[in-house]
């Protein structure tokens, strides 16, 4: 029985909001969690694509997701957020696989070029960096697919609380209305204050 799992993260770049991470395992080799048609990069999917694709990987696959909220970013910066939030999707995925009775993660396959492996003390599992992963491997893809909606679902409850600043759809980048409503109305506490564009606000 295959144990590889797929990780990937989102909302590395906005200037507010969580950084979300993912991290799927697809099931055993010819379990219904391989059949899911059409995995792909969360960013090349369509949203109603994105959500149906959302609710088959949860439905037969096993999943965990990690957050890291913008005071921690803000302290350890967005490079060591991002391998935390990785930390504890996984932790969360291989504790559901262990009461499963599946055992531990076999290989973590991690989007990108950097894994938490040596760089968070709570990384315990083989890592392998794929570039463009979230394309190609589809563990990663599904796992891309569970990061981008959890993080967009925080983002639409932060912009029922927080409406001036659009984040429901800008996602909390920074985008012209955004910096425009930033300019206007000042940081929340749900701002990165080390992201350029909010400490230089914070500053006047």
């Given amino acids: 029985m295959s144990r590889t799992i797929g990780v990937d993260e989102a909302g590395r770049g906005p200037l507010a909001g969580p950084v979300v991470a993912g991290a799927v395992w697809l099931g055993p080799d010819g379990g219904p969690g391989r059949a899911i048609a ?3 990069d969360s960013k090349k999917l369509s949203a109603r694509r994105r959500a ?41 995925l291989a504790q559901a696989m262990a009461a499963g009775g599946h055992g531990d ?17 709570d990384w315990r599992w083989p890592a392998r960096a794929i570039v463009g ?3 190609s491997e589809p563990a990663i893809s599904a796992a891309s697919i569970i990061a ?12 029922a609380r927080f409406p001036q600043y659009g984040w429901v759809r800008n996602a909390g980048y920074g985008t012209a209305q955004h910096l425009a409503a930033l300019r206007e109305h000042g940081p929340c506490e749900h701002h990165r204050r080390s992201f350029a564009p909010v400490a230089q606000l914070s500053l006047l």
Avoid: S, Y
């Fill in 38 to 40: 059409g995995l792909n």
């Fill in 52 to 92: 149906a694709l959302e609710e088959q990987i949860k439905a037969h696959c096993l999943w965990g997701v990690g957050v890291v909220e913008p005071g921690e970013i803000d302290r350890i910066n967005i490079f060591a957020a991002t391998m935390l939030a990785m930390t504890r999707a996984v932790a969360g």
């Fill in 105 to 121: 993660v076999a290989m973590a396959l991690i989007d990108g070029n950097k894994t938490p492996q040596g760089r968070v003390a």
């Fill in 133 to 135: 992963g979230d394309a």
């Fill in 148 to 159: 981008k909606e959890h993080r967009d679902a925080i983002m639409r409850d932060l912009d």
